[in-house]
């Protein structure tokens, strides 16, 4: 069964705000203007997002009820003209989580979801599969940057994200399943690539994970105000 053709939606249980950006003092923090007051508000993701993040731009906030919180709001989305894109990085593995109970994924479809947040020597892995008692280690990529119709991952230099991807290759030559799963949360995209041009080395340490037997898939959404949309696979290209 073709599941690019089956609407698949995963509902947005939260009430979010207009509110315009104005700085982003850290990583983790930017500044808005809602209600017409200058007000602070986290920021969870911590990529570099300098194609996102215009002053002036209309971004969705979260009104947070926790009163021991720094800020009182979190930066949900960011409007890209009609586009919305998510800047919750937490936001793909909840998703993933959703299509994988529901075996939604026609590539991962045999396999039974266990747990999330796996540990597997000095790493942690954000989902294990099982089947036919063989455990397959799943690591999701949040990808929210697109350049001309393409893509990319990361935005900024992740040394982390390079370490997961080793580990996982190392993983896969001991005869272990392993996947690396991108989760491209913009509908414009036509094909996925590494940036190769900001982070050399974890693209290098992506294709030759590749070339040495590790899994890479690539799925995208579609992120609507109350809605997260699957959109099906994306072709990829891991070479420079």
Known sequence: MNL?????????????FEAEFVDRPNRFLTRVKFNGEIVESHLPDPGRLKELLIPGVTL???????????????????????????????????FVEFLLKRKFL?????????????????????????????PLYVEVKSVTLVEN????????????GKRHVEHLAEMTKEGIDCMVLFVVQRSDAKMFQPQWERDPKFAE?????????????????DIQKFKMVFCGELPFNLEA
Do not use: C
Request: proline content about 5%.
């Open 4 to 16: 690019t053709l089956k609407k698949i939606e995963m509902p947005l249980d939260w009430e979010l």
């Open 60 to 94: 969705l906030i979260k009104r947070e009820g926790n009163p021991n919180r720094k800020t009182k709001f979190s930066t949900q989305a960011v409007y890209l003209g009609k586009q919305l894109i998510s800047l919750n990085s937490w936001l793909p593995n909840q």
């Open 106 to 134: 026609d590539f991962l479809e045999d396999w039974d979801f266990v747990r999330r947040e796996v540990p597997f020597g000095i790493h942690r892995f954000d989902f294990l599969m099982m089947r036919n008692e063989k």
């Open 149 to 160: 119709g393409i893509a990319k991952f990361p935005d900024a230099v992740t040394e982390r």
């Open 205 to 221: 340490a992506l294709l030759k994970a590749h070339q040495d037997g590790l899994n890479i898939k690539v799925i995208q959404a």
